[in-house]
């Protein structure tokens, strides 16, 4: 039974490249930048894309969750569903005990396949677009952990004489996340290349 709650690289002589993590778990959705990334309305292949109201958000949240519910169902899979809406964007995230079965759906692959398929739900309820973030069992902070990662082993690289480093080619919102990290670490960072080959490639501040 499910429950729901409310709630890359371009290389240059002087610069390192740093190797691509196995998990990738975003599908690219351009947002309109200078430099880092932004907030501002984005462009997608389907024309120009408005920040959605918040009740457009709970709209998505509900649609989203009816369409992994029936799914779940399906598949025969526990999870809790929680709905969440920040940043212009619904997320949407599954969860259960660790011993339950729905980490048969949280490899990297599988969610990002599962987001894709809900963000058409969505789109084919309310005719928009959707940015919609999907996370089951904890793959999101998995995520986040592997940039964190990359992150460093650029840093050190930098700190090892190279005057950039290049990380691999991530969608916009794990570039906002390794801009974030970066900028934690006193480093920084910008965005380079053009739809999925953008980039993120850090410099010393």
Same mark, same amino acid.
């Given at each position: 039974?499910?429950?729901?709650?409310?709630?890359?690289?371009?290389?240059?002589?002087?610069?390192? &490249?740093?190797?691509?993590?196995?998990? $990738?778990? $975003?599908?690219?959705?351009? *947002?309109?930048?200078?430099?880092?990334?932004?907030?501002? @309305?984005?462009?997608?292949?389907?024309?120009?894309?408005?920040? @959605?109201?918040?009740?457009?958000?709970?709209?998505?949240?509900?649609?989203?969750?009816?369409?992994?519910?029936?799914?779940?169902?399906?598949?025969?899979? $526990?999870?809790?569903?929680?709905?969440?809406?920040?940043?212009? =964007?619904?997320? !949407?995230?599954?969860?259960?005990?660790?011993?339950?079965?729905? =980490? #048969? #759906?949280? +490899?990297p692959d599988t969610v990002t396949a599962l987001q894709e398929l809900t963000r058409l739900a969505v789109q084919n309820k309310?005719?928009? *677009?959707?940015?919609?973030?999907?996370? !089951?069992?904890?793959? =999101? $902070?998995?995520?986040?952990?592997?940039?964190?990662? #990359?992150? &460093?082993?650029? %840093?050190?690289? %930098?700190?090892? /004489?190279?005057?950039?480093?290049?990380?691999?080619?991530?969608?916009?919102? &794990? =570039? +906002?996340?390794?801009?974030? %990290?970066?900028? &934690?670490? /006193? *480093?920084?960072?910008?965005?380079?290349?053009?739809g999925r080959d953008r980039h993120t490639v850090i410099t010393k501040s």
């Open positions: 039974m499910t429950d729901v709650q409310q709630s890359e690289s371009v290389a240059e002589p002087t610069s390192a &490249e740093v190797p691509s993590a196995e998990v $990738d778990v $975003d599908v690219d959705v351009e *947002f309109a930048e200078s430099g880092a990334e932004s907030s501002a @309305p984005v462009s997608s292949e389907s024309g120009d894309y408005e920040q @959605p109201t918040a009740d457009q958000l709970d709209q998505e949240g509900d649609i989203a969750a009816d369409y992994i519910e029936e799914l779940l169902d399906i598949a025969d899979i $526990d999870g809790d569903i929680d709905i969440d809406a920040r940043n212009g =964007r619904s997320y !949407i995230s599954v969860n259960a005990d660790e011993n339950a079965n729905l =980490r #048969l #759906l949280s +490899k309310t005719g928009s *677009f959707s940015r919609l973030i999907l996370d !089951i069992a904890g793959s =999101r $902070d998995a995520r986040q952990a592997e940039l964190a990662t #990359l992150v &460093e082993r650029a %840093i050190a690289r %930098i700190e090892e /004489g190279a005057e950039q480093a290049a990380l691999p080619a991530m969608s916009s919102y &794990e =570039r +906002k996340l390794v801009h974030d %990290i970066v900028s &934690e670490r /006193g *480093f920084v960072s910008n965005s380079q290349g053009e």
